[in-house]
């Protein structure tokens, strides 16, 4: 978050633009919070970005890099730390830390600034970026583009120039060699003659597009030249070609399209005087046809059963396989790279998978012959106006067969939903919890008992109830009528829409994500009832459980008197300290509730038995009658027991729901909390409070609702309007809540308030 507090820095009235021209951040969110929990940084988000927006031209001078941390970095995807570049904008600059040069790793979010790859990447661009005759930071903004671009984005290997001469004396009394030859190889080692190396490209014009060339010594010196017009076998002057290449891990490659260049005559290879130095040298004429082969991805749905292949039989040095409709984000595919050398001795390959719409590429060094996996996932979706397609390029040996499997993972499919749509999970959870808490209040009306969470939960909570009616809302969205019916009434726009338009979001996402949700819905459910059994047991081992009492006044001055305490605490202090105390409140009494129906039941269960010892000989029908006790079963002695157990039972079980929907409240106001004890020795208020108002309202309903009972609620009128308003607010949750986490607290608020009026009406 620091680099956009720096961002933040420009809109304040009194601060200068010109003060700074540079901006280096690392795995900062600056398209959005990862997590939306509070309106404040939605809105602080928003201000930054309409003020870099609307001041576009003001901040060109302004160059700005934002450097991400890849796949491994499970704290900010890198989609987040991307720059929106303007077309009035041209000097912002946005690389994952996998394609940077001399780094090509991704980092998770930690060891991002301290990873020693990008520190020394940062620490030459910052000395390359000093001014001579000012000794800071340059003015020029191009040449600060140029830097950042020499060592974030392509790196030939040389030291940077601002203004590298145009032609260079080749000197030296080194021997003159002239190759003819359309492929050439040339191994040094401990060689103390210098030569040069002469490559004719008249002979080649007609039939070659490109001249590829390689070079394993990784030194920063020039090694390939370009003569022009040049009839002799040698050239005095030429021009620098080492600019061209581009480093990688082991070599550095020079492609050159041949029509680019008509003025050239002849391409130079210096190899210089090596003592103690092994490398090696290659070069090959070729068409860009011949070593570009089309690579269509299989399906989203083939789940890996189904795979592209592709056979490389020719024995170049480069090729490059064009990935065909690969451009969303939730695709993802694994490449398997199988490599067969005539020779056995090991040699040294590079892949990189290169997406030519973001700085995002990842490298890949292995040693050949061998059986090699990439994997193939993007950050950031093909822009609309962009019909570039991803492309593997193999930097291959010469006496080695190539072959490309790609196949659809379903794992990493899972794996980018989770990485993109994580956020919104809480979201889901609550809806399926909230279309059992109104499955649960449907069943009490019908048949008078409540069901058990875990049934109710697989019987309502289907995705077909909600999905359809968004992607419906989605759909009218685009037509201009529905757009201004919906603005009028001042609607916001659904989160499904602002997804799509961003490529994140595809209809089965939701689905994936609903399914997920009523998963951790059920076995969150699971451990809490388990827990809730543990704590039980304490409770009956340290204190002795009293009878069940019947109170039927939902207040008292004890009560007033918290709730009063409780909203004086959120006013005062923090409005999530006081949910968390309610909370721990709500979770006593759910405990001791538990216990004392737990102890009930075993009374009733001894009685039973005891009055079947009894009647055993007098009447077997009466027997068969007794012998079945389960939760709700009315006790054979007492009929005024029996009614207080069940009815205690079914308010264990709508408790027990509207504490799990309490629970993820909770969770979503835990990082308040957490901000106020760390910030309580400098002030006692937390100010600006997100959840200051909504804790008053909560307190207030849970403190009624916790000594509520079904026998109150069942003789409301307004029992089948609070059955059914969970639905619509499940709708209206997905619809307006995924990218607002803060506002889920405010429909399952509204919810428990028609509960806590189904009480008193």
Same mark, same amino acid.
């Given at each position: 978050?620091?680099?956009?507090?720096?961002?933040?820095?420009?809109?304040?009235?009194?601060?200068?633009?010109?003060?700074?021209?540079?901006?280096?951040?690392?795995?900062?969110?600056?398209?959005?919070?990862?997590?939306?929990?509070?309106?404040?940084?939605?809105?602080?988000?928003?201000?930054?970005?309409?003020?870099?927006?609307?001041?576009?031209? =003001?901040?060109?001078?302004?160059?700005?890099?934002?450097?991400?941390?890849?796949?491994?970095?499970?704290?900010?995807?890198?989609?987040?730390?991307?720059?929106?570049?303007?077309?009035?904008?041209?000097?912002?600059?946005?690389?994952?830390?996998?394609?940077?040069?001399?780094?090509?790793?991704?980092?998770?979010?930690?060891?991002?600034?301290?990873?020693?790859?990008?520190?020394?990447?940062? +620490?030459?661009?910052?000395?390359?970026?000093?001014?001579?005759?000012?000794?800071?930071?340059?003015?020029?903004?191009?040449?600060?583009?140029?830097?950042?671009?020499?060592?974030?984005?392509?790196?030939?290997?040389?030291?940077?120039?601002?203004?590298?001469?145009?032609?260079?004396?080749?000197?030296?009394?080194?021997?003159?060699?002239?190759?003819?030859?359309?492929?050439?190889?040339?191994?040094?080692?401990?060689?103390?003659?210098? $030569?040069?190396?002469?490559?004719?490209?008249?002979?080649?014009?007609?039939?070659?597009?490109?001249?590829?060339?390689?070079?394993?010594?990784?030194?920063?010196?020039?090694?390939?030249?370009?003569?022009?017009?040049?009839?002799?076998?040698?050239?005095?002057?030429?021009?620098?070609?080492?600019?061209?290449?581009?480093?990688?891990?082991?070599?550095?490659?020079?492609?050159?399209?041949?029509?680019?260049?008509?003025?050239?005559?002849?391409?130079?290879?210096?190899?210089?005087?090596?003592?103690?130095? $092994?490398?090696?040298?290659?070069?090959?004429?070729?068409?860009?046809?011949?070593?570009?082969?089309?690579?269509?991805?299989?399906?989203?749905?083939?789940?890996?059963?189904?795979?592209?292949?592709?056979?490389?039989?020719?024995?170049?040095?480069?090729?490059?396989?064009?990935?065909?409709?690969?451009?969303?984000?939730?695709?993802?595919?694994?490449?398997?790279?199988?490599?067969?050398?005539?020779?056995?001795?090991? $040699?040294?390959?590079?892949?990189?998978?290169?997406?030519?719409?973001?700085?995002?590429?990842?490298?890949?060094?292995?040693?050949?012959?061998?059986?090699?996996?990439?994997?193939?996932?993007?950050?950031?979706?093909?822009?609309?106006?962009?019909?570039?397609?991803?492309?593997?390029? +193999?930097?291959?040996?010469?006496?080695?067969?190539?072959?490309?499997?790609? $196949?659809?993972?379903?794992?990493?499919?899972?794996?980018?939903?989770?990485?993109?749509?994580?956020?919104?999970?809480?979201?889901?959870?609550?809806?399926?919890?909230?279309?059992?808490?109104?499955?649960?209040?449907?069943?009490?009306?019908?048949?008078?008992?409540?069901?058990?969470?875990?049934? =109710?939960?697989?019987?309502?909570?289907?995705?077909?109830?909600?999905?359809?009616?968004?992607?419906?809302?989605?759909?009218?969205?685009?037509?201009?009528?529905?757009? =201004?019916?919906?603005?009028?009434?001042?609607?916001? =726009?659904?989160?499904?829409?602002?997804?799509?338009?961003?490529?994140?979001?595809?209809?089965?996402?939701?689905?994936?994500?609903?399914?997920?949700?009523?998963?951790?819905?059920?076995?969150?459910?699971?451990?809490?009832?388990?827990?809730?059994?543990?704590?039980?047991?304490?409770?009956?081992?340290?204190?002795?459980?009293?009878?069940?009492?019947?109170?039927?006044?939902?207040?008292?001055?004890?009560?007033?008197?918290?709730?009063?305490?409780?909203?004086?605490?959120?006013?005062?202090?923090?409005?999530?300290?006081?949910?968390?105390?309610?909370?721990?409140?709500?979770?006593?009494?759910?405990?001791?509730?538990?216990?004392?129906?737990?102890?009930?039941?075993?009374?009733?269960?001894?009685?039973?038995?005891?009055?079947?010892?009894?009647?055993?000989?007098?009447?077997?029908?009466?027997?068969?009658?007794?012998?079945?006790?389960?939760?709700?079963?009315?006790?054979?002695?007492?009929?005024?027991?029996?009614?207080?157990?069940?009815?205690?039972?079914?308010?264990?079980?709508?408790?027990?729901?509207?504490?799990?929907?309490?629970?993820?409240?909770?969770?979503?106001?835990?990082?308040?909390?957490?901000?106020?004890?760390?910030?309580?020795?400098?002030?006692?208020?937390?100010?600006?409070?997100?959840?200051?108002?909504?804790?008053?309202?909560?307190?207030?309903?849970?403190? +009624?609702?916790?000594?509520?009972?079904?026998?109150?609620?069942?003789?409301?009128?307004?029992?089948?309007?609070?059955?059914?308003?969970?639905?619509?607010?499940?709708?209206?949750?997905?619809?307006?809540?995924?990218?607002?986490?803060?506002?889920?607290?405010?429909?399952?608020?509204?919810?428990?308030?028609?509960?806590?009026?189904?009480?008193?009406?």
């Amino acid at each position: 978050m620091g680099g956009l507090v720096a961002r933040a820095l420009l809109t304040l009235k009194n601060f200068k633009p010109e003060l700074i021209n540079l901006l280096i951040t690392q795995a900062t969110p600056h398209v959005a919070p990862v997590m939306p929990l509070d309106k404040y940084i939605t809105d602080f988000y928003t201000a930054v970005s309409n003020h870099w927006i609307l001041n576009a031209q =003001e901040l060109r001078n302004l160059t700005t890099l934002s450097v991400a941390g890849g796949f491994r970095d499970y704290q900010v995807r890198s989609g987040l730390a991307f720059l929106p570049r303007l077309s009035q904008q041209d000097s912002a600059l946005s690389v994952v830390s996998s394609a940077v040069p001399r780094a090509w790793a991704s980092t998770d979010h930690l060891s991002i600034v301290w990873c020693k790859e990008l520190i020394l990447a940062t +620490i030459r661009a910052l000395f390359d970026l000093i001014d001579e005759n000012t000794r800071q930071i340059t003015e020029d903004p191009k040449k600060r583009m140029s830097v950042l671009n020499h060592h974030f984005v392509r790196h030939p290997g040389k030291i940077f120039e601002e203004n590298p001469e145009a032609f260079t004396e080749l000197t030296g009394d080194f021997m003159w060699i002239e190759v003819k030859t359309s492929k050439w190889t040339y191994s040094v080692y401990n060689d103390s003659d210098g $030569k040069y190396f002469v490559f004719p490209l008249a002979s080649h014009r007609k039939s070659y597009s490109h001249v590829y060339c390689e070079n394993s010594m990784l030194d920063t010196s020039s090694w390939i030249y370009g003569c022009m017009d040049s009839n002799s076998s040698t050239c005095l002057e030429a021009t620098d070609l080492s600019w061209r290449a581009e480093l990688l891990p082991t070599i550095k490659v020079v492609i050159l399209k041949l029509q680019d260049y008509p003025s050239l005559s002849h391409i130079v290879i210096l190899v210089p005087p090596t003592v103690g130095n $092994k490398f090696a040298l290659d070069c090959e004429f070729f068409k860009e046809d011949s070593r570009t082969v089309q690579l269509p991805v299989t399906n989203l749905f083939s789940f890996g059963l189904s795979s592209s292949k592709i056979l490389l039989n020719s024995t170049g040095l480069l090729y490059n396989v064009q990935l065909q409709h690969f451009n969303q984000v939730y695709q993802a595919f694994r490449i398997y790279i199988e490599s067969h050398c005539q020779s056995p001795n090991e $040699k040294t390959n590079v892949y990189r998978l290169h997406i030519p719409w973001s700085h995002e590429d990842s490298v890949t060094v292995v040693k050949v012959p061998s059986s090699s996996e990439i994997s193939a996932k993007l950050h950031v979706a093909q822009p609309g106006n962009d019909s570039r397609v991803p492309v593997l390029n +193999i930097y291959s040996s010469s006496d080695c067969q190539y072959e490309v499997i790609l $196949k659809t993972s379903f794992l990493q499919i899972l794996g980018q939903i989770i990485r993109f749509h994580a956020g919104a999970l809480p979201v889901y959870v609550v809806s399926n919890i909230l279309l059992t808490y109104g499955g649960q209040l449907s069943t009490l009306i019908s048949t008078g008992q409540c069901s058990e969470f875990s049934l =109710e939960l697989i019987r309502t909570a289907k995705p077909y109830k909600v999905e359809p009616i968004i992607s419906i809302v989605v759909f009218l969205q685009g037509f201009n009528w529905f757009r =201004e019916i919906w603005d009028s009434l001042s609607l916001p =726009e659904v989160d499904a829409a602002v997804l799509s338009s961003q490529d994140v979001w595809f209809p089965l996402v939701s689905l994936i994500l609903f399914l997920l949700g009523a998963g951790i819905a059920y076995w969150s459910a699971v451990f809490f009832s388990a827990s809730l059994r543990v704590f039980s047991t304490l409770w009956l081992i340290l204190i002795r459980p009293t009878m069940l009492q019947k109170d039927n006044k939902l207040f008292t001055y004890r009560r007033l008197c918290v709730m009063g305490s409780l909203a004086l605490v959120s006013w005062t202090t923090c409005g999530a300290l006081a949910v968390f105390i309610i909370y721990l409140q709500y979770l006593f009494k759910v405990i001791k509730l538990h216990v004392n129906v737990g102890a009930e039941k075993n009374m009733l269960n001894g009685d039973s038995d005891c009055s079947k010892e009894t009647s055993r000989n007098s009447s077997r029908h009466t027997v068969k009658s007794r012998s079945l006790i389960d939760l709700t079963s009315e006790p054979t002695q007492s009929l005024s027991n029996s009614t207080t157990i069940a009815e205690t039972i079914n308010s264990l079980k709508i408790h027990l729901t509207i504490l799990y929907l309490f629970t993820w409240i909770v969770l979503l106001n835990l990082p308040s909390l957490v901000y106020w004890f760390k910030n309580l020795r400098y002030n006692v208020r937390l100010d600006p409070d997100p959840c200051r108002s909504t804790a008053i309202i909560l307190v207030c309903i849970l403190e +009624i609702l916790m000594n509520s009972t079904t026998s109150e609620v069942k003789s409301s009128k307004l029992l089948k309007i609070a059955a059914k308003v969970p639905l619509p607010l499940s709708v209206a949750m997905l619809a307006f809540g995924r990218m607002h986490l803060y506002k889920v607290p405010h429909f399952v608020t509204f919810s428990l308030l028609l509960h806590v009026l189904c009480c008193l009406v």
